[in-house]
């Protein structure tokens, strides 16, 4: 499933990621990668020890990253978000300090969105954080149930400009 027909730009990747400390995270988590287009600013913003576990279901995307990705600090995997503890435990790591996710929260079925989101809060250490964007304000409500701590910023250089959500545990 593909939430929009346009790669993210440059100024939702930098509203995305910019304020992240990657150089301190053991372990980083991107859900629904598409194309790339936030993978490889991370890849740029990693320290050397860090790793990078990337979760994609579209066939033809996952085949594109593993084709065009060959850091030894990445992991990319085929397979749903909810597949989260299964692909961590695969790399003995039980938390991630960032969750980066590009997944289309607002076509999925209200049960496997809401399993998501708090998945992804579980797998978080005390002080990780969850990235989404969306298109939409629709899942604020859940991010408040799940996350203590949830902020908005809006990115209109985006087509179609776009919600960054913040949310962390504490």
Same mark, same amino acid.
């Given at each position: 499933?593909?939430? #929009?027909?346009?790669?993210?730009?440059?100024? $939702?990747?930098?509203?995305? $990621?910019?304020?992240?400390?990657?150089?301190?995270?053991?372990?980083?988590?991107?859900?629904?990668?598409?194309?790339?287009?936030?993978?490889?600013?991370?890849? @740029?913003?990693?320290?050397?020890? #860090?790793?990078? $576990?990337?979760?994609?279901?579209?066939?033809?995307?996952?085949?594109?990253?593993?084709? /065009?990705?060959?850091?030894?600090?990445?992991?990319?995997?085929?397979?749903?978000?909810?597949?989260?503890?299964?692909?961590?435990? @695969?790399?003995?790591? @039980?938390? *991630?300090?960032?969750?980066?996710?590009?997944?289309?929260?607002?076509?999925?079925?209200?049960?496997?969105?809401?399993?998501?989101?708090? @998945? *992804?809060?579980?797998?978080?250490?005390?002080?990780?954080?969850?990235?989404?964007?969306?298109?939409?304000?629709?899942?604020?409500?859940?991010?408040?149930?799940?996350?203590? /701590?949830?902020?908005?910023?809006?990115?209109?250089?985006?087509?179609?400009?776009?919600?960054?959500?913040?949310?962390?545990?504490?």
């Amino acid at each position: 499933m593909v939430g #929009s027909v346009v790669p993210s730009s440059k100024f $939702l990747s930098r509203k995305m $990621l910019d304020h992240l400390n990657f150089k301190q995270a053991k372990l980083v988590v991107e859900l629904g990668p598409g194309t790339g287009v936030f993978t490889q600013r991370i890849i @740029e913003k990693l320290d050397t020890e #860090s790793k990078l $576990l990337v979760i994609e279901l579209n066939d033809a995307f996952y085949r594109d990253l593993k084709n /065009k990705i060959s850091d030894k600090r990445v992991t990319i995997r085929k397979g749903s978000a909810s597949d989260l503890p299964k692909f961590m435990s @695969e790399l003995n790591i @039980e938390k *991630a300090d960032f969750i980066v996710s590009s997944l289309p929260l607002a076509i999925l079925p209200k049960t496997l969105r809401k399993r998501i989101v708090i @998945e *992804a809060n579980n797998r978080l250490n005390i002080d990780g954080e969850f990235i989404q964007f969306q298109y939409t304000l629709q899942s604020l409500k859940l991010f408040k149930k799940v996350f203590k /701590k949830v902020s908005v910023r809006h990115c209109l250089f985006n087509i179609p400009p776009a919600f960054v959500y913040s949310c962390k545990k504490q």
